[in-house]
């Protein structure tokens, strides 16, 4: 039988690209989650901040891919209402449910304020000169959030946690990197951080499919980028992700 997924902020750029990729990959039954009507999937339309509005999204789904997100970097309100309170109605809702999986799309902002400290501050900057052969990757269980987005996804991580071990249910966070829609890197930063369409797509769907014995994890999605100070041997030994897309093959040099 097809698995049923549900995606929370499907009319988004990584919503769009996992919806089309799994669309086509065939054995998925997807329901968009969304404030807008998304073309081509059973939609639910509710905003996420209203926890009895999107109840019935979830009864009788699988998998739970939650992307809707505020992107901004600070903004309060917007951040607790969509990132704060959205998140967490998105696992109550999915608890009530008795949804087996969570997936939560977190971000690299938990970790982007070692880019204020060498040598990530000058991977960053691109003075790739001055960073050793040899340095430490930043690994999973660090945190160093940016901003308050970053600190929302902090947030969200830890919710998670206690939804796993409350009510085991199996979760598993992404740090996403940079997704663009260009698919490609467009700052020198991003020669580090870029995560190309079909990684994205691919991380996704191996967390869709992952061993349900996985209770609760935190996995980095970055592509097979040169600069990369971000640890991804994890998802690669656990998941089995092998990024194809590389930052190197469209390095973006500043003027």
């Avoid at 997924?5 to 054995?27: A, P, R």
């Avoid at 960073?131 to 940016?146: L, Y």
């Avoid at 020198?188 to 996985?214: F, K, P, T, W």
């Amino acid at each position: 039988m097809a698995k049923k997924v549900l995606i929370t902020g499907m009319s988004g750029l990584i919503g769009g690209l996992l919806k089309d990729h799994l669309l086509n990959e065939g054995g998925y039954e997807l329901k968009a989650l969304n404030r807008s009507y998304v073309e081509g999937v059973e939609n639910h339309q509710a905003d996420i901040s209203d926890l009895d509005a999107i109840k019935p999204a979830f009864g009788g789904q699988d998998v739970v891919v939650h992307l809707a997100a505020y992107l901004g970097s600070q903004g309060w309100q917007w951040q607790h209402d969509n990132n704060v309170l959205g998140t967490y109605n998105v696992f109550e809702a999915a608890r009530l449910a008795g949804v087996k999986r969570v997936i939560f799309a977190s971000s690299g902002s938990t970790i982007r304020g070692f880019e204020r400290v060498k040598p990530y501050k000058d991977i960053a900057d691109g003075n790739y000169g001055e960073v050793p052969e040899d340095f430490p990757m930043i690994t999973r269980d660090q945190i160093r959030p940016e901003a308050l987005y970053g600190a929302s996804k902090v947030w969200g991580e830890a919710l998670g946690r206690h939804f796993s071990d409350d009510y085991d249910m199996s979760v598993i966070c992404v740090r996403i990197g940079s997704v663009r829609k260009e698919n490609r890197p467009l700052s020198v930063r991003e020669n580090a951080i870029y995560l190309g369409h079909s990684d994205i797509c691919q991380m996704l769907q191996l967390c869709i499919e992952a061993d349900q014995n996985i209770n609760y994890d935190v996995f980095f999605a970055v592509s097979d980028n040169k600069w990369n100070y971000r640890d991804i041997s994890h998802a690669r030994e656990v998941l089995g992700y092998i990024p194809k897309d590389s930052a190197d093959n469209n390095f973006f040099v500043s003027d």
